[in-house]
């Protein structure tokens, strides 16, 4: 049998503490709204390695459909 069991980044524990909301394996709300990312967190959903290509690869998509669906949005990138 699988574990599907996945472990909490620690991003996510911060954003669950100021109210944020997990919308998919690396991919949660603020309290305000606010859609956050974790490129690393992705990546392992995806079963990819985290290498400097994936990880580029993968904030291109993101950025790409951000933009297209809400053209003048404001794209944050932390490490």
Known sequence: MTDHRRTVT???????????TRIAPGIWADAAGDLH???PELLAAFGWPD???HRASVEQVIEDVLRR??????IVKQD
Do not use: C
């Not at 620690?10 to 944020?20: I, L, N, P, W």
């Not at 669906?69 to 404001?74: A, E, K, L, S």
């Open 51 to 53: 290498d400097a290509e």
């Open 69 to 74: 669906q809400y053209p003048g949005v404001q």
């Open 37 to 39: 990312f974790s490129v």
């Open 10 to 20: 620690e991003a996510e524990k911060a954003a669950q503490r100021r109210g944020g």
